[in-house]
């Protein structure tokens, strides 16, 4: 289960690393391609270089840490249902 846990940690980390790079490009991208965005403007749109990564990086942090997590639980399910339940069933009887 530790292998699992670091394995999630670690797709979480990659997402905090990710999450903000691709929030920084997409700002840039309509900095660069929004016409309101130049000469004249209050700063609004630079400002969106610093709080877009900062509002993205928990939440891409999570998505990443949970989408691994399930993933590996899911490859971990037993094979045959079946027999999963059956040995449930006389968990703690001597055979």
């Known amino acids: 289960m530790g292998r699992i846990l670091w394995k999630a940690l670690s797709a979480g980390l990659c997402g905090l690393l990710l999450g903000p790079l691709l929030a920084i490009l997409m ?3 309509a900095m660069i391609f929004d016409p309101k965005c130049g000469v004249g403007d209050s700063g609004g749109c630079a400002m969106g270089l610093v709080t ?4 993205i990086a928990l939440p891409s942090f999570g998505l990443f840490f949970m989408i691994s997590l ?3 639980l899911w490859q971990r399910r037993p094979t045959n249902p079946a027999s999963a339940i059956k040995r449930l069933r006389s968990w703690g009887r001597e055979e």
């Open 70 to 72: 399930v993933h590996s």
């Open 52 to 55: 877009a990564p900062l509002a």
């Open 27 to 29: 700002v840039v991208a």
